[in-house]
């Protein structure tokens, strides 16, 4: 069965930086949508960011633009997230999730469409 591995969660201070790894196995397909989403404590889980396997296309939240980088490794299904300018409120569990689109259909980053999901990886922004 597809299996994701996340790695890199850390306690870091207020501007500071972090790279997480998400690393997929169990399948074959070409074409995936994988990407990052996240969930504070009381906090519904959003998406942070995804990327594309065909053509590398990306997306990122608002609140993240301009301070969160994805990157994408595809022979290697590995996916990284470099995080700059950390805040408290960057504090949350950091699920890696992964999407296998039917041909035809657009390219999607939201919480609803993801097929597998990791077990997280635990970001603490504090002094």
Partial sequence: QVQ??????????PGGSLSLSCTASGFTLDYYVIGWFRQAPGKEREEVSCISSSDGRT???DSVK????ISGDIA?????????????EDTAVYYCAIDFPRVGVAFQCNYYGMDYWGKGTLVTVSS
Avoid: I, W
């Fill in 76 to 88: 290697k299904n590995t996916v990284h997230l470099q995080m700059t300018s950390l805040q408290p």
């Fill in 4 to 13: 994701l591995v996340e790695s890199g969660g850390d306690l870091v201070q």
């Fill in 59 to 61: 997306v990122y939240a």
């Fill in 66 to 69: 301009g301070r969160f980088t």
